[in-house]
Protein backbone atom coordinates (compact mmCIF):
# COMPACT_ATOMS: atom_id res chain seq x y z
CA UNK A 1 0.00 0.00 0.00
CA UNK A 2 1.11 3.49 -0.84
CA UNK A 3 0.33 7.07 0.48
CA UNK A 4 -0.06 9.83 -1.70
CA UNK A 5 -0.82 13.57 -0.57
CA UNK A 6 -3.39 15.33 -3.37
CA UNK A 7 -3.60 19.18 -2.44
CA UNK A 8 -7.00 19.62 -4.68
CA UNK A 9 -6.00 22.23 -6.75
CA UNK A 10 -3.63 26.00 -6.49
CA UNK A 11 -6.89 28.12 -6.04
CA UNK A 12 -7.56 26.45 -2.68
CA UNK A 13 -4.43 25.20 -1.48
CA UNK A 14 -1.72 28.31 0.29
CA UNK A 15 1.82 28.64 -0.86
CA UNK A 16 2.83 27.33 2.93
CA UNK A 17 0.40 24.04 2.33
CA UNK A 18 2.50 23.22 -0.87
CA UNK A 19 5.50 23.73 1.05
CA UNK A 20 4.69 21.25 3.62
CA UNK A 21 3.58 18.99 1.25
CA UNK A 22 6.76 19.14 -0.77
CA UNK A 23 8.60 18.69 2.31
CA UNK A 24 6.70 15.43 3.16
CA UNK A 25 6.83 14.03 -0.01
CA UNK A 26 10.31 14.37 0.01
CA UNK A 27 11.16 13.28 3.37
CA UNK A 28 8.86 9.92 2.80
CA UNK A 29 9.49 9.63 -0.80
CA UNK A 30 5.85 10.14 -1.92
CA UNK A 31 4.32 11.38 -4.89
CA UNK A 32 1.84 14.22 -5.00
CA UNK A 33 -1.17 14.79 -7.53
CA UNK A 34 -2.88 18.03 -7.83
CA UNK A 35 -5.43 19.19 -10.48
CA UNK A 36 -3.99 21.94 -12.08
CA UNK A 37 -4.67 24.67 -15.54
CA UNK A 38 -7.86 22.70 -15.43
CA UNK A 39 -10.00 25.59 -16.74
CA UNK A 40 -9.31 29.15 -18.19
CA UNK A 41 -10.72 30.90 -15.38
CA UNK A 42 -7.89 29.40 -12.73
CA UNK A 43 -5.58 30.85 -14.86
CA UNK A 44 -7.49 33.90 -15.26
CA UNK A 45 -8.04 34.22 -11.90
CA UNK A 46 -4.25 33.52 -10.81
CA UNK A 47 -3.25 36.49 -12.90
CA UNK A 48 -5.30 38.76 -11.92
CA UNK A 49 -4.52 37.67 -8.32
CA UNK A 50 -1.17 36.68 -7.69
CA UNK A 51 -0.32 38.37 -11.00
CA UNK A 52 1.19 34.90 -12.16
CA UNK A 53 -0.40 31.57 -13.80
CA UNK A 54 -0.66 28.45 -11.78
CA UNK A 55 2.04 26.92 -13.15
CA UNK A 56 5.03 29.31 -12.56
CA UNK A 57 4.09 30.04 -8.95
CA UNK A 58 4.11 26.27 -8.64
CA UNK A 59 7.49 26.59 -9.75
CA UNK A 60 8.85 28.85 -7.05
CA UNK A 61 7.37 26.65 -4.66
CA UNK A 62 9.05 23.16 -5.31
CA UNK A 63 6.58 21.18 -6.91
CA UNK A 64 7.01 20.61 -10.20
CA UNK A 65 9.01 17.46 -9.83
CA UNK A 66 8.98 14.06 -10.79
CA UNK A 67 7.25 13.74 -8.12
CA UNK A 68 4.16 15.40 -9.38
CA UNK A 69 1.24 14.63 -11.40
CA UNK A 70 -0.90 16.49 -12.55
CA UNK A 71 -4.43 16.08 -13.33
CA UNK A 72 -5.80 17.91 -16.43
CA UNK A 73 -3.45 20.48 -17.64
CA UNK A 74 -5.85 21.47 -20.17
CA UNK A 75 -5.06 25.26 -20.74
CA UNK A 76 -1.29 25.50 -21.25
CA UNK A 77 0.84 27.75 -23.71
CA UNK A 78 3.96 26.93 -24.76
CA UNK A 79 6.65 27.37 -22.54
CA UNK A 80 4.59 25.79 -19.34
CA UNK A 81 4.26 22.50 -21.92
CA UNK A 82 8.19 22.84 -21.98
CA UNK A 83 8.56 23.46 -18.34
CA UNK A 84 6.27 20.24 -17.64
CA UNK A 85 8.89 18.06 -20.16
CA UNK A 86 11.64 20.23 -17.99
CA UNK A 87 11.00 19.12 -14.65
CA UNK A 88 9.60 15.44 -15.69
CA UNK A 89 6.21 16.10 -14.53
CA UNK A 90 3.41 13.43 -15.12
CA UNK A 91 -0.12 14.57 -16.60
CA UNK A 92 -3.06 12.93 -16.12
CA UNK A 93 -5.28 13.39 -18.78
CA UNK A 94 -9.95 13.16 -18.19
CA UNK A 95 -11.45 13.81 -21.45
CA UNK A 96 -15.10 12.71 -20.39
CA UNK A 97 -14.36 15.15 -17.35
CA UNK A 98 -13.05 17.86 -19.45
CA UNK A 99 -15.86 17.46 -21.99
CA UNK A 100 -18.86 17.16 -19.28
CA UNK A 101 -17.07 20.61 -17.34
CA UNK A 102 -16.79 22.27 -20.66
CA UNK A 103 -13.15 22.65 -19.36
CA UNK A 104 -11.39 22.63 -22.98
CA UNK A 105 -9.10 20.41 -25.02
CA UNK A 106 -5.86 19.26 -23.14
CA UNK A 107 -2.78 19.60 -25.87
CA UNK A 108 -2.30 16.14 -25.54
CA UNK A 109 -0.15 15.32 -28.74
CA UNK A 110 2.21 18.61 -28.00
CA UNK A 111 2.54 17.48 -24.80
CA UNK A 112 3.77 13.63 -26.20
CA UNK A 113 5.86 15.67 -28.39
CA UNK A 114 7.75 17.79 -25.96
CA UNK A 115 8.66 14.46 -23.94
CA UNK A 116 6.01 14.58 -21.59
CA UNK A 117 4.44 11.40 -19.98
CA UNK A 118 0.77 11.95 -20.34
CA UNK A 119 -1.72 8.68 -18.92
CA UNK A 120 -5.18 9.02 -18.61
CA UNK A 121 -7.62 8.68 -15.93
CA UNK A 122 -11.07 9.55 -15.54
CA UNK A 123 -11.54 11.92 -12.96
CA UNK A 124 -14.12 11.57 -10.25
CA UNK A 125 -17.98 10.29 -10.72
CA UNK A 126 -18.81 13.56 -10.08
CA UNK A 127 -17.69 14.63 -13.34
CA UNK A 128 -18.02 11.64 -15.01
CA UNK A 129 -20.56 9.23 -14.25
CA UNK A 130 -18.99 6.76 -16.50
CA UNK A 131 -15.80 5.69 -14.93
CA UNK A 132 -14.62 3.42 -17.73
CA UNK A 133 -10.96 3.56 -19.11
CA UNK A 134 -11.75 1.99 -22.48
CA UNK A 135 -14.06 5.00 -22.82
CA UNK A 136 -11.44 7.47 -22.03
CA UNK A 137 -8.88 6.05 -23.69
CA UNK A 138 -10.87 6.13 -27.05
CA UNK A 139 -11.59 9.25 -26.27
CA UNK A 140 -8.24 10.61 -25.73
CA UNK A 141 -7.34 9.92 -29.50
CA UNK A 142 -10.32 11.39 -31.05
CA UNK A 143 -10.29 14.70 -29.16
CA UNK A 144 -6.71 14.52 -29.66
CA UNK A 145 -7.87 14.54 -33.12
CA UNK A 146 -10.49 17.44 -33.23
CA UNK A 147 -7.98 19.27 -31.11
CA UNK A 148 -5.17 19.81 -33.85
CA UNK A 149 -7.49 19.24 -36.77
CA UNK A 150 -5.18 16.08 -37.90
CA UNK A 151 -6.53 12.56 -38.38
CA UNK A 152 -3.09 11.37 -37.52
CA UNK A 153 -2.74 12.79 -33.77
CA UNK A 154 -2.54 10.20 -31.00
CA UNK A 155 -2.86 7.08 -33.04
CA UNK A 156 -4.80 4.34 -31.57
CA UNK A 157 -1.32 2.43 -30.56
CA UNK A 158 -0.55 5.63 -28.67
CA UNK A 159 -3.69 5.98 -26.51
CA UNK A 160 -3.03 2.36 -25.50
CA UNK A 161 0.31 2.88 -24.22
CA UNK A 162 -1.35 6.33 -22.54
CA UNK A 163 -4.20 3.82 -20.80
CA UNK A 164 -1.58 1.40 -19.69
CA UNK A 165 2.41 1.95 -19.46
CA UNK A 166 2.28 6.08 -19.31
CA UNK A 167 -0.02 5.58 -15.97
CA UNK A 168 2.20 2.97 -14.71
CA UNK A 169 5.10 5.35 -15.17
CA UNK A 170 3.37 8.41 -13.78
CA UNK A 171 2.72 6.05 -10.52
CA UNK A 172 6.39 5.15 -9.91
CA UNK A 173 5.37 1.23 -10.89
CA UNK A 174 5.97 0.95 -14.46
CA UNK A 175 8.93 -1.55 -13.71
CA UNK A 176 6.38 -3.50 -12.01
CA UNK A 177 3.08 -2.91 -14.37
CA UNK A 178 2.09 -1.26 -17.37
CA UNK A 179 3.72 -4.07 -19.67
CA UNK A 180 4.00 -7.57 -20.74
CA UNK A 181 7.40 -8.64 -19.71
CA UNK A 182 9.14 -10.67 -18.52
CA UNK A 183 9.90 -9.97 -14.89
CA UNK A 184 6.61 -7.95 -14.46
CA UNK A 185 3.40 -8.32 -12.43
CA UNK A 186 0.47 -10.08 -14.51
CA UNK A 187 -1.83 -7.30 -14.18
CA UNK A 188 -3.70 -8.29 -17.43
CA UNK A 189 -7.25 -8.06 -18.56
CA UNK A 190 -8.84 -10.24 -21.83
CA UNK A 191 -11.00 -8.74 -24.06
CA UNK A 192 -13.48 -10.67 -26.25
CA UNK A 193 -13.17 -9.85 -29.69
CA UNK A 194 -15.17 -12.02 -31.32
CA UNK A 195 -19.01 -10.31 -30.78
CA UNK A 196 -20.54 -8.92 -33.77
CA UNK A 197 -19.67 -5.44 -32.73
CA UNK A 198 -15.67 -5.93 -33.28
CA UNK A 199 -15.87 -8.32 -36.20
CA UNK A 200 -13.90 -8.87 -38.17
CA UNK A 201 -10.81 -7.53 -36.31
CA UNK A 202 -8.38 -7.04 -38.71
CA UNK A 203 -6.40 -4.85 -36.56
CA UNK A 204 -6.99 -5.82 -32.30
CA UNK A 205 -5.18 -2.75 -31.09
CA UNK A 206 -7.12 -0.34 -32.84
CA UNK A 207 -10.15 -2.52 -31.98
CA UNK A 208 -9.57 -2.03 -28.26
CA UNK A 209 -9.50 1.58 -28.74
CA UNK A 210 -12.10 2.17 -30.81
CA UNK A 211 -14.73 -0.92 -30.76
CA UNK A 212 -14.50 -2.38 -27.76
Known amino acids: MTFTPAPHAPYTVSDDTFR?????????????????????????????????????????LGVLSPRL??????????????????HGISIVHNPASNMKLASGIAPVNALLAAGVNVGIGTDGAASNNK??????????????????????????????????????????I????????????????AIDLSDIETAPAFDPISHVVYAA
Open 20 to 60: KVVMLAEQEDMLIHCHIHETSEEVENSVKERHQRPLARLKE
Open 69 to 86: IAAHMVHLNADEIELAAR
Open 131 to 172: LDMLAETRLTALLAKVGTLDPTAVPAATALRMATLHGAKALG
Open 174 to 189: DDKVGSVRVGKQADLI
